[in-house]
């Protein structure tokens, strides 16, 4: 597979979001499948396909999942709304990870994708770890060589002025850990992961430059990636 078919998703992509957001009910929705199928659904799988055969180049186990029900690479377009006092039925966004296929989505670390009316973000690493995975986690970090692999990695993702390390952290060190221990803030993430600092313009979603340069950012977060997957994989 190449990554030249996709060239960057219809204008009409960005039309039918704000529809959305502004008509979040069935009845519209069901007026307008023809509409979400055509301008955001199928574009969407042809970015999944198009990205997770640029990013199998260099992390070959990269899955591309393309199915739509919320076991691919791509989230569901429906809210689960059981326990939110917001009952809006639809997602104003749609969203996708890209991993090993192995267990949970939400739980592996991913290169992800996050498309709204006002462009596209993207980030690599694991929005929150589980609690075997935050206990391997720490051991990691305070493991002298993989705690510096991973300063290391975050070092070369932070060098250049794009990116930021972003993640939920505990108020103190976890017990078991010195105060002072030499990582004592990385010990701290509940979730580790790295994203461009400004989203992709709508401009450049629609273009045929969209997946050469999704590409180029997920070589900038790579570094992160790979040591989660090393670690937790």
């Known amino acids: 597979m190449t990554t030249t078919a996709f060239a960057g998703f219809p204008a009409e992509t960005f039309q039918f979001l704000r529809d959305l957001e ?59 709304v059981r326990f939110s006092e917001d009952k809006s039925p639809y997602k104003t966004a749609v969203s996708g990870l890209f991993n090993d296929g192995q267990g949970k989505k939400m739980a592996r670390p991913a290169f992800g994708f996050h498309l709204t009316k006002d462009g596209m973000e993207l980030m690599a690493g694991l929005f929150g770890f589980d609690k075997a995975q935050l206990e391997t986690f720490r051991t990691a970090v305070a493991d002298e060589q993989k705690g510096l692999g991973l300063q290391a990695a975050l070092t070369e993702i932070e060098a250049k002025a794009a990116y930021e390390i972003v993640g939920e952290q505990f108020v103190r060190v976890p017990a078991g850990f010195a105060v002072e221990h030499p990582r004592a803030d990385l010990l701290r993430y509940k ?30 977060l790579a570094p992160l990636y790979t040591w989660l997957q090393q670690v937790l994989g």
């Open 22 to 80: 502004a008509n979040n009910n069935r009845d519209w929705f069901q007026a307008n499948k023809a509409r979400y199928e055509r301008e955001l659904l199928g574009p969407s799988v042809d970015f999944v396909t198009a990205v997770g055969s640029g990013l199998q180049r260099s992390a070959p186990q990269i899955q591309i999942d393309t199915r739509t029900n919320g076991q691919g690479v791509l989230m569901r377009i429906y809210r689960d």
């Open 191 to 220: 979730g580790l992961y790295a994203s461009p600092r400004d989203a992709l313009p709508p401009a450049l979603v629609t273009s045929p430059q969209l997946v050469p340069t999704v590409l180029v950012h997920y070589e900038a």
